[in-house]
């Protein structure tokens, strides 16, 4: 059940008849109007009432909980956007934030939404870091099992830097990471006895093409394989993750 707390709200004149577009994503035209949000555009808010002339108030949310129409699936935690119609869609990388979707729902259904990021793209990003004691790493398993960010996002890169070196040959750990139990297509880290010196040594996984995409509620694991234990070092796995 979609339910509101609206904290501000202003009031524009309309730009047109929006009768018809209640609980739809708004912008501000050039001359300073409500006018129903597209897809590329930047909205303000969402739309309280229905003012069905030109020039009549026009009720705008712009910080709050507010109703939202959606226009299609959406995921509890996704932060979303306008569509072409103004309707309430997922963003992805790059694309305009009108806020966080608090509820899960489908096309044309009426959905709480948290307008507390309106405006620009939703391309920010954040580093996730672990530090990891190789000798701790004894066989084949996972290393972090079943974190859940709380964020939907997209991981770009993963990264071993060295922190005590290695000294002891032929001891080698590959670290990959998997959401919800499906490893990524790339972010392969291979560690050996040569590469896990000296001190600060990064050792880049491979590039990161597919499988990367989790939403607010996946659980990522970072699974250790073909394991010949150390006998000393440590360091620290730092993921690189887009936030979307």
């Given at each position: 059940?979609a339910?509101?707390n609206?904290?501000?709200?202003i009031?524009?004149?309309?730009?047109?008849?929006?009768?018809d577009?209640q609980?739809?994503?708004?912008k501000?035209?050039?001359?300073?109007?409500a006018?129903?949000?597209?897809?590329a555009?930047?909205?303000?808010?969402?739309?309280?009432n229905?003012?069905d002339?030109?020039?009549?108030?026009a009720a705008v949310?712009?910080?709050?909980i507010s109703r939202a129409v959606?226009g299609?699936e959406?995921?509890?935690?996704?932060?979303v956007?306008a569509d072409?119609?103004?309707k309430?869609v997922?963003s992805?990388a790059?694309?305009?934030?009108l806020?966080?979707?608090?509820e899960?729902g489908?096309?044309?259904?009426?959905?709480a939404?948290?307008l507390?990021?309106?405006?620009?793209?939703?391309?920010?990003r954040?580093?996730?870091?672990?530090h990891?004691?190789?000798?701790?790493?004894?066989?084949?398993?996972d290393v972090?099992?079943e974190w859940?960010?709380g964020?939907?996002?997209?991981i770009e890169k993963?990264?071993?830097?060295?922190?005590?070196?290695v000294?002891?040959?032929?001891d080698?750990a590959?670290?990959n990471?998997?959401?919800?139990?499906?490893?990524?297509t790339?972010?392969v880290?291979s560690?050996?006895?040569?590469?896990?010196?000296?001190?600060g040594a990064?050792?880049?996984?491979?590039?990161?093409?597919?499988?990367n995409?989790f939403?607010?509620?996946?659980k990522?694991?970072v699974?250790a394989?073909?394991?010949t234990?150390?006998?000393?070092?440590?360091?620290t796995l730092?993921?690189?993750?887009?936030i979307t």
């Amino acid at each position: 059940m979609a339910f509101e707390n609206p904290l501000q709200v202003i009031t524009r004149d309309a730009s047109t008849d929006l009768s018809d577009n209640q609980y739809y994503a708004i912008k501000l035209d050039t001359a300073g109007r409500a006018a129903l949000a597209g897809a590329a555009d930047s909205p303000i808010g969402i739309l309280q009432n229905k003012p069905d002339a030109l020039g009549k108030a026009a009720a705008v949310m712009t910080y709050g909980i507010s109703r939202a129409v959606y226009g299609g699936e959406v995921t509890a935690g996704y932060r979303v956007r306008a569509d072409a119609a103004g309707k309430i869609v997922e963003s992805g990388a790059g694309e305009p934030v009108l806020g966080v979707a608090l509820e899960a729902g489908s096309a044309d259904e009426i959905h709480a939404v948290l307008l507390a990021q309106a405006g620009g793209p939703g391309a920010s990003r954040c580093i996730w870091s672990h530090h990891i004691n190789l000798v701790d790493i004894t066989a084949d398993g996972d290393v972090v099992t079943e974190w859940i960010p709380g964020f939907a996002g997209t991981i770009e890169k993963v990264s071993w830097i060295q922190g005590t070196p290695v000294t002891t040959a032929d001891d080698l750990a590959t670290l990959n990471l998997e959401i919800e139990a499906v490893d990524l297509t790339g972010g392969v880290v291979s560690l050996t006895s040569a590469t896990c010196t000296p001190l600060g040594a990064v050792i880049d996984g491979t590039a990161v093409t597919a499988a990367n995409v989790f939403t607010a509620l996946q659980k990522i694991s970072v699974e250790a394989s073909a394991v010949t234990p150390f006998a000393e070092g440590d360091g620290t796995l730092v993921v690189v993750v887009r936030i979307t």
